[in-house]
């Protein structure tokens, strides 16, 4: 038998395999029938079983006798695209799914046309619906048109892709140097400008500064400060649109000297006669730094007046003196009032006067930014108050100063004096400039940032970080942590229905009404803080290893952290005592205190006791005198258990009452049968013998009442449940609460982070803390226990333990620093000259701040002027999942800070593969529940799941669902036994809600939820790359020849300034020749970088009669080539190299590679990619060698609206994304442009549009 197996036909085998296909789909109501072979033509009769397969003379079916049919012809592999990564390779006929060689996932040959974004796609055959891979739109095939679509050629996809990026991201920073200036000395350590900034030009000075002299005698200023000085002066000269004075924006980064720039704006104005300044920063500390900037500037006779320290009085007035100088407040005292309604800023506004037209400095300005919030949010007080004195005193000089004043494009509300909207400007209020940032992205704030260089309000340059070293460390749970977090997560589970149990309970027996929303709140909020202070624990351990090794390493450290748990430490002195046997845990504590403040409790019942009873009889006594008491009264028995004892004081008013009128007479009986023979009132309480109590019929015992109760609930008791259900119902939520507390207890949970790390490290003796907290848990000198102290002491003063502990550090007499945003801002811990503590900082983050500014701002501890070395920055990260969220928030802000900022999307550490709060994360969220509720199928296979194992994929996505349930994502319907579950759509797209209630997962399932979600976000951004509508910021276009066409035409002018905007038009040769190419590659092989697959390579196909040529180098990145085309150069992307072997093979002939290449090379300096016949013609540049771009640069946003609507007339792709291009020239005298991207086919629109054209002159 095996034998003549062996010898079956080709035929036979592809019969039965089709034959058992077509019974499967027979018998599967979600497949349709499709044939092995190629589809028949639509006109053919035949069905596609008859005319795809010659049947054998003995097929039982057949009922004419036919000549036996030709041998078959060998099959033809036919080329496929995966629906996934839409990589091309060769299908074997008769095979229905066939996993794609590059990701794995399983492919088809069904080709239709995707009806809403018009795509050619090709999906699943066995399947009746799937979704488009670029729109997400679900297509039917069965209703599809089946025609048959020319193929599009794979090797003009990957150009279009190519060129749909735009350009590459080019260097990050340039050295910076004033170009208009020449005064003063050199910075004494680099200074760099974002590459985009230094495109642009500052208008020309014509401020003379009084104190210039001063300035080059004393050199107490920089070049690049007094460059500061100068145009914010000439700004302040300057009147807005709405008639106030222009303000200057001081974008410093960390550490350059905004501080010492600051003070000589002040000097200057106080040479001019204006003797009055308000500075107003974030912590009061920071007035000493005043006090010393100023005095190196020479101005010592400028007194500096603290606000907190002034009385609520005038404070010109006799008895405060304040005539002229510098009042230094705090944007906390901003907002500050008296006991008697007197505010800090009525006190400023009146001391400054109504024609004010001094400085008023906003340092570190953006603790204003909250403004304008987002959706459902409040502004701050900080926001309104900056906002309001600024209107109080229009005439004033403002200076916003901040290195992250900007973060956001919604965070320069307050900023209402660079007058980028408002009266007389394209933008009428602030919510239309904000609507235009937000449409245009990342490229459009950069455009903002250049705009006002180039208009003399802005300037922004910061250290170079050159030197500094990031790394992101991934901290581990260890697996003891790992079974801690677990259980935690359990606890919370429990909680979660504890406190809904609990909350029914007390909705049916209590008459109180529960704050539910506020008990979710707070159990949210304290869900996050618990898992966030876990998370930062289990880092702990790899900490201290690395504190000890740099100090091995004969550095010093610096950790920043952002809390400090002081208010978990304080609550547990309160309840314990300020002895303890060792430091507390935090999150234990958090949790506590949430359970026994907020668990909810029935109203405690009271027993009604004698003093009721007698109200009663008093109210009847005085109801009617005709009727004897003891005709409407039953004698009771009083006998109460041994518990419930009368006091004598009721005693002696019930003897009172008993004698005043003799009808009350109320015998007392002592029972002493057993307790079987008492009933117990169920309103009053109190217990009647059963001999004393009147024949009763049917009743439930727990419901019996005395006949005073009775008649007493009937008149003067409120309707509702007994007291023995009140007592029943007040010890069950009791009981619950009890338990959940004696399960928090027993959880082996952490200590506090910041006692940890200071104890393992040798104590406060050898750590400096700068924290915001008052007092400390300290280890006893024996050993055993720890004891609660105040970090001041008689010698050092609360108010500068923080200074006195940073001068300890600076000293070296400690060599670890411990930081928290609130007793480090402005703080300097560089390795400065001037110090005697030189050694090198490494920087740990133990908790990423929540935001960028609060990021930038620690960073910029370390890393400051005059230092001896830069740090090195370590970013700490656990391997849970869900800590992402605190770092995603981080990135979504380093990715919009651009060049308003020195924190570049694209320095320092890549933070950008944490951004998730996007829109791109939002989709994949969407997707992501889609999948799990089963609505849509996932577009990736789970994490840990095998495609082929549909098992596997059930199951987890069993365990997604019971875990987003537990953490209410989800809400279990209930109905059936697989889980049936729905959620509200409101919270399909938030990705804050997602991230945060991730952390109380348990961490297996967290880390593959939070990786499913990693793999379709990055499935979406690939897909969005593809298409081109990826939003990369500034990108440069790069080719090997770049030449100004002609002379910019100027489209507008700016009145104020005299900047302009001006369209500049660039010739591109892209092409590599064939001896750039030749040679690209002989020092690739010279170097002794050269792989065995480096080398020129031959297209399989072809595409208009010839053969496309490539050159591949092996890639930095695993199994990835780079790409130089002898058309457009290096490819913006690497190639996978199971793709280029699928799409291209080998040359071993250098010849046939240079006759290719030439040719390529030369035709492609005529016509695009697609052939003289192409559609667009000479507007097309597909895969061409020369290219025509048109840039605006220079000031845009004044014309920003027009400049859209003029370009969205002829190019409907400006909607979906903006592109904005970085040119240089290769000429000798290179220029570089910096601008917004115009379409070819628009260019004689914009012009049109703003009629207005001046050809500038070389």
Not at 40 to 45: H, R, V, W, Y
Not at 182 to 192: A, N
Not at 486 to 501: F, G, M
């Amino acid at each position: 038998m095996s034998g003549m197996n062996k010898k079956k036909s080709p035929n036979l085998e592809q019969l039965r395999m089709e034959l058992k296909t077509r019974r499967y789909r027979r018998h599967n109501p979600y497949t349709r029938p499709q044939t092995l072979n190629p589809p028949t033509k639509p006109n053919s009769s035949r069905s596609s079983f008859t005319s795809s397969t010659s049947l054998p003379r003995s097929f039982p079916n057949r009922k004419h006798h036919q000549p036996p049919p030709p041998p078959p012809k060998p099959p033809v592999a036919r080329k496929q695209r995966c629906t996934n990564c839409r990589t091309c390779f060769s299908a074997p006929p008769g095979v229905v799914q066939l996993p794609c060689p590059i990701c794995q996932i399983a492919s088809s040959a069904v080709k239709i046309q995707c009806f809403h974004c018009k795509a050619l796609v090709k999906g699943p055959s066995d399947l009746v619906q799937f979704p488009c891979p670029l729109c997400f739109v679900i297509l039917d095939v069965g209703d599809a048109d089946r025609k048959q679509e020319e193929e599009v050629n794979e090797l003009v996809e990957e150009v279009e892709q190519e060129e749909g990026d735009g350009g590459v991201a080019g260097e990050t920073f340039t050295d910076y140097r004033p170009s208009k200036l020449s005064i003063g000395p050199p910075h004494p350590d680099p200074i760099v400008e974002t590459s985009s900034l230094s495109a642009v030009q500052p208008p020309e000075p014509t401020y003379d500064p009084m104190i210039k002299n001063d300035l080059e005698r004393s050199k107490a200023l920089s070049c690049l400060q007094i460059e500061t000085l100068v145009y914010a002066c000439q700004r302040h000269l300057q009147h807005i649109p709405s008639g106030a004075r222009a303000g200057f924006f001081l974008g410093d980064g960390a550490g350059v000297g905004k501080g010492r720039t600051v003070a000589g704006i002040i000097w200057e104005n106080w040479h001019h006669g204006r003797r009055k300044a308000l500075w107003i920063s974030v912590g009061s500390d920071l007035k000493f730094d005043a006090r010393r900037d100023l005095d190196d500037m020479g101005a010592s006779c400028i007194a500096v007046h603290a606000l907190n320290k002034l009385p609520y009085v005038k404070l010109d007035s006799k008895s405060v003196g304040v005539k002229e100088g510098v009042i230094f407040s705090t944007y906390s005292s901003l907002i500050a009032s008296s006991d008697r309604g007197r505010t800090r800023m009525q006190q400023l506004v009146q001391w400054c006067g109504p024609e004010f037209d001094g400085l008023i400095i906003f340092d570190e300005c953006h603790k204003a930014k909250n403004l304008v919030p987002e959706k459902d949010k409040n502004p701050t007080k900080t926001g309104q108050a900056v906002l309001a004195i600024q209107a109080q005193l229009p005439e004033a000089r403002i200076v916003y100063c901040s290195a992250t004043g900007a973060s956001e494009p919604r965070n320069m509300a307050y900023m209402v004096r660079l007058g980028l909207w408002g009266a007389g400007t394209c933008f009428p209020d602030f919510s239309d400039f904000l609507g235009a940032l937000e449409k245009g992205g990342v490229g459009a704030l950069e455009l903002v940032a250049m705009d006002m260089k180039a208009r003399g309000m802005y300037l922004c340059r910061t250290l170079s970080y050159k030197g500094a070293e990031f790394e992101i460390v991934d901290a581990s749970l260890d697996d003891r942590m790992t079974h801690a977090y677990k259980k935690a997560t359990e606890v919370w589970v429990d909680l979660h229905e504890e406190l809904l149990s609990a909350i029914d309970l007390c909705a049916q027996v209590s008459t109180n009404n529960i704050n539910t929303r506020k008990i979710w709140a707070l159990y949210w909020a304290s869900h996050q803080r618990f898992f966030r202070h876990l998370c930062m624990s289990a880092k702990v351990p790899t900490v201290v290893r690395l504190v000890k090794q740099a100090l091995m390493e004969d550095k010093c450290v610096v950790i920043g952290l952002q809390s400090t748990g002081e208010a978990r430490t304080e609550d547990a002195v309160t309840k314990y005592g300020s002895e303890l046997d060792d430091f507390i845990s935090g999150p234990r504590e958090l949790l506590l205190k949430f359970v026994e403040d907020n668990f909810p409790l029935p109203k405690k019942p009271e027993i009604l006791h004698d003093d009721g009873v007698k109200e009663l009889q008093r109210k009847r006594h005085l109801a009617s005198r005709d009727v004897s008491g003891k005709s409407r009264v039953k004698k009771v028995a009083k006998c109460q258990p041994p518990s419930d004892a009368e006091s004598d004081e009721e005693s002696k008013i019930v003897s009172g009452l008993e004698s005043s009128d003799p009808d009350y007479e109320f015998p007392k009986y002592e029972i002493k049968e057993e307790m079987e023979n008492l009933l117990q009132c169920s309103l009053c309480g109190k217990y009647a013998h059963q001999s004393f109590v009147p024949p009763i019929g049917d009743f439930v015992l727990e419901k019996w009442a005395c006949d005073l109760c009775k008649d007493k609930s009937d008149k003067y008791l409120l309707p509702g449940p007994n007291i023995i259900e009140l007592h029943k119902s007040y010890d069950t939520a009791m009981q619950s609460r009890h338990k959940i507390l004696e399960r928090i207890c027993a959880l082996d949970l952490p200590k506090n982070p910041l006692d940890d790390i200071i104890d393992q490290l040798g104590g406060h003796d050898k750590v400096a803390e700068i924290t915001g907290r008052k007092g400390m848990l300290v280890r006893a000198p024996s050993g055993t226990g720890v004891f609660y102290q105040t970090r001041y002491s008689k010698d050092v003063t609360a108010d500068m333990v923080n200074m006195n502990e940073k001068k300890l550090f600076m000293e070296g007499t400690k060599l670890v620093a411990i930081i928290s945003e609130a007793g480090s801002a402005g703080v300097s811990l560089q390795a400065d000259r001037r110090v005697k503590n030189q050694k090198r900082r490494v920087h740990l983050t133990l908790e990423l701040p929540w935001s960028a500014d609060r990021a930038i701002q620690q960073f910029g501890r370390t890393h400051r002027s005059n230092q001896v070395s830069a740090p090195e920055y370590r970013l700490l990260f656990s391997n849970l999942g869900g800590e992402r969220r605190f770092a995603s928030a981080v990135a979504k802000r380093l990715e919009s800070l651009g060049a308003l900022t020195q924190g570049d999307r694209r320095a320092g550490p890549s933070l950008n593969a944490y951004n998730y709060d996007s829109e791109y994360g939002k989709r994949a969220l969407e997707l992501l529940y889609g999948g799990i509720l089963g609505k849509d199928p996932l577009p990736v296979v789970p994490p840990g799941c095998l495609s082929d194992r549909p098992d596997t994929i059930k199951d987890f996505i069993m365990q997604a669902k019971a875990a987003l349930v537990s953490v209410n994502i989800f809400k279990d319907d209930g109905l059936g036994g697989d889980m049936d579950c729905s959620m509200d759509d409101k919270y399909k797209r938030n990705i804050r809600r997602f991230l945060n209630r991730l952390l109380g997962i348990a961490p297996e399932i967290q880390n593959r939820l939070f990786e499913l979600f990693v793999n379709i976000l990055d499935l979406l951004v690939h897909k969005a790359r593809i298409e081109g509508n990826f939003d990369t910021g500034i990108v440069d276009l790069k080719a090997t020849v770049i030449e100004l066409q002609g002379n910019p035409k100027t489209v507008y002018v700016d009145q104020m300034s005299g900047a302009s905007a001006d369209l500049f038009t660039f010739t591109l040769d892209r092409g590599v020749s064939w001896e750039l190419a030749n040679t690209m590659l002989n020092e690739k092989q010279k170097a002794g970088f050269c792989s065995d697959g480096d080398g020129f390579y031959k297209s399989n196909r072809e595409w208009l009669g010839r053969h496309h040529f490539i050159l591949a180098f092996e890639s930095s990145a695993p199994s990835m080539c780079k790409i130089v085309r002898p058309t457009t150069g290096e490819s913006t992307r690497d190639m996978n190299l199971a793709e280029l072997t699928l799409k291209y093979s080998k040359v071993s002939s250098l010849k046939e590679a240079q006759i290719g290449w030439e040719n390529e090379y030369e035709v492609s300096s005529k016509q695009c990619m697609h052939g003289p016949n192409c559609k667009k013609g000479k507007l097309c540049s597909v895969g061409s060698r020369l290219q025509q771009v048109n840039v605006l640069g220079g000031v845009i946003f004044p014309i920003w609206g027009n400049v859209l609507k003029a370009i969205s007339k002829k190019s409907q792709q400006i909607l979906k994304r903006l592109r904005v291009v970085r040119v240089e020239t290769t000429s000798d005298n290179s220029r570089r442009i910096v601008g917004l991207f115009v379409p070819k086919e628009a260019v004689d629109t914009v012009l049109q549009d703003l009629q207005f054209v001046i050809v500038l002159d070389d």
